[in-house]
């Protein structure tokens, strides 16, 4: 018997040979929904993230490059970020799932039943791509 054990919040898949992991979404203190993951491409052949949506809403997506090149991962969130995602309002509360859904030039859409997770513990500061967000306000 294969025994699989999920030890994170996010969600995993794959479409060919691009491979998503730790899926999921934060809700910040203002009202965002903010895409953490990693996507890597095992294929020789360059393909490339041309969209995604969260909870059905066009996100806002910035990188350097939206390439996947063999084993070059694109990460949203973390010190090795080198992408952000984001809608300016999520109207789910956290411990909901909404669909998340990647686009891609050559490998067929994704979309994944994803977890809103709260902004607080080690997601209460996000080292996001060119920018960094504290998901709690302040009471100065």
Not at 28 to 49: H, M
Request: aromatic content about 6%; proline content about 4%.
């Amino acid at each position: 018997t294969r025994l699989i054990k999920q030890v994170t919040d996010g969600v995993e898949a794959q479409s060919d040979e691009v491979r998503l992991r730790n899926v999921k979404v934060i809700k910040t203190a203002n009202g965002q929904g903010v895409l953490i993951g990693t996507l890597v491409n095992w294929s020789d052949q360059v393909d490339a993230i041309t969209s995604i949506t969260i909870n059905n809403q066009p996100a806002i997506f910035t990188t350097k490059s939206a390439d996947l090149i063999k084993n070059k991962p694109i990460t949203f969130i973390g010190q090795i970020a080198n992408a952000d995602a984001y809608i300016p309002a999520l109207d789910k509360s956290p411990g909901y799932r909404i669909p998340v859904t990647f686009t891609f030039a050559k490998a067929a859409p994704l979309t994944l039943d994803t977890l809103i997770v709260n902004a607080d513990g080690i997601y209460e500061t996000l080292e996001r791509y060119n920018q960094t967000t504290t998901a709690v306000e302040s009471n100065s």
